[in-house]
């Protein structure tokens, strides 16, 4: 079992905003890193640390943390944003890095 | 370019072990580490470790401690990852994924490699 919780499956409207969480204990000490992967691809990563985006990230997603939840939020979801999103962190111990069990994004 | 080009599929069968090759290209082999991460068909990601490839020190989830190896070799710009005694389910991709930050390991992986399917049958 994954120490970091994600919901299974999230839906947004064209053009409306979405926060995908991710719950863990660790959060409360680390950040947590996300990625995208769609359908038969590797996973990109879209942001890390605090808040950053690599380049060519577009700005519209963004990343946030509270307590033990991480948040990435997509600002005007668009249809490429349908993807498999994952939290990744550390878990408890510190030692070792611990992913999300995935949350599947549908842009309707 | 940054470039992470794996070995090609590979069926095995139980009991067997699987040595996946990520060659890297484009810059310091050494100056990186080195994460294998896989995924079963149908789930999630799961991380499996990551090696240090300048000194060659490994850290693995402690699900894979004891079958589980990772090495390099810095004259071919080289990660490998091996399991062993391998089960049905440890049917997956297995990518390997460079850090993005110099001589460290955090949980940013900014290069993938193209992932290689390893299927375990009898």
């Known amino acids: 079992s994954s120490e970091l919780t994600q919901d299974p499956a999230v839906s947004v409207a064209l053009g409306q905003t979405v926060r995908i969480t991710c719950q863990g204990d660790s959060l409360r000490s680390y950040y947590a890193s996300w990625y995208q992967q769609k359908a038969g691809q590797a996973p990109v990563l879209v942001i890390y640390g605090k808040n950053n985006r690599p380049s060519g990230i577009p700005d519209r997603l963004s990343g946030s943390s509270s307590g033990n939840t991480a948040s990435l939020t997509i600002t005007g979801a668009q249809a490429e944003d349908e993807a498999d999103y994952y939290c990744n962190s550390r878990d408890s111990s510190g030692n070792h890095l611990v992913l999300g069990g995935g949350t599947k994004l549908t842009v309707l | 370019q940054v470039q992470l080009v794996q070995s090609g599929a590979e069926v095995k069968k139980p009991g067997a072990s699987v040595k996946v090759s990520c060659k890297a290209s484009?810059?310091?082999?050494?100056?990186?580490?080195m994460h294998w991460v896989r995924q079963a068909p149908g789930q999630g990601l799961e991380w499996m470790g990551w090696?240090?490839?300048?000194?060659?020190?490994?850290n693995y989830a402690q699900k894979f401690q004891g079958r589980v190896t990772m090495t390099r070799d810095t004259s071919i710009s080289t990660a490998y990852m091996e399991l062993s005694r391998l089960r049905s389910d440890d049917t997956a991709v297995y990518y390997c994924?460079?850090?993005?930050?110099?001589?460290?390991?955090?949980?940013?992986?900014?290069?993938w490699g193209q992932g290689t399917l390893v299927t375990v049958s009898s």
């Open positions: 484009g810059y310091t082999f050494t100056g990186y580490y």
């Open positions: 090696i240090n490839p300048n000194s060659g020190g490994t």
């Open positions: 994924a460079r850090d993005r930050f110099p001589v460290g390991a955090t949980t940013a992986a900014d290069y």
